[in-house]
């Protein structure tokens, strides 16, 4: 186990931080949770439109997305954390010197396991499951692993806790998605309506690139 951590850590400081500060401010974007508001709300536009005026089955599906959140991300903060209480690499006294931190942004004392991989990936595992779009399911998976990657360019998570953050996810995600199955039955998800937050997931990305090329010339 010690050799598994120590490997852990010695991974975390090969793909931490860069000598760029346009990619730093790219990454403190793509990190922000507000920066995928537009995202939420267009999958909420999707399942408006699908199922339109049946009131209840677009709150069951807002429950499923709000129990996914639950599962994935408050388990792990209020319970997981506090209990492993495992630093975070920016807060771990033996290689806290070493990360690249950037903005001084250094995330709370523990990191296991992290909340920002198990809850977008429950979200993208549902909503996949749910809308059956393949690449749809391309644009939402790679946008979990995006914010999986933001957290190791920090510093703030080792790839052992965006590992397991996955795992526990794709637990929750399906695990949700299985009980909206017996609860009700999933409609078909017209294939126009999917295009708009995939257009919405690569303007964000925009967003984040030409953001950061302003605050690099301020």
């Given at each position: ?9 010695q ?10 500060v ?10 922000n ?5 537009p995202l939420y709300?267009?999958?909420?536009y999707?399942?408006?439109m ?7 089955d ?16 408050t ?22 010197m ?13 990191g296991f ?9 429950s ?12 690449l749809?399911?391309?644009?939402m998976?790679?946008?979990s ?9 920090l510093?703030?998570h ?6 397991v ?8 995600g399906?695990?949700?998605?299985r ?25 964000s990305?925009?967003y ?11």
């Amino acid at each position: 186990m010690e050799e598994i951590i120590q490997f852990d850590k010695q991974l975390l400081l090969m793909v931490n931080g860069s000598d760029s500060v346009f990619l730093d401010y790219v990454v403190l974007t793509l990190t922000n949770a507000k920066t995928w508001i537009p995202l939420y709300l267009s999958l909420f536009y999707v399942v408006v439109m699908t199922h339109k005026p049946n009131w209840r089955d677009i709150l069951l599906i807002l429950g499923a997305a709000g129990l996914c959140v639950l599962l994935a991300g408050t388990v792990d903060d209020s319970i997981v954390k506090p209990l492993v209480a495992r630093w975070r690499p920016t807060h771990d006294p033996e290689i806290g010197m070493l990360v690249d931190v950037v903005n001084d942004y250094r995330g709370g004392n523990y990191g296991f396991f992290s909340a920002h991989a198990s809850n977008t990936f429950s979200i993208a595992l549902f909503f996949s499951l749910l809308m059956r779009h393949r690449l749809f399911v391309i644009f939402m998976v790679c946008w979990s692993l995006i914010n999986c990657w933001t957290r190791l360019y920090l510093g703030v998570h080792y790839p052992g806790d965006i590992t397991v953050g996955l795992i526990w996810g794709a637990i929750v995600g399906y695990s949700v998605y299985r009980l909206y199955c017996r609860i009700t039955i999933p409609a078909r998800y017209d294939r126009k309506h999917l295009y708009v937050p995939m257009a919405v997931l690569g303007l964000s990305i925009v967003y984040a690139l030409i953001r950061a090329s302003i605050m690099t010339m301020a």
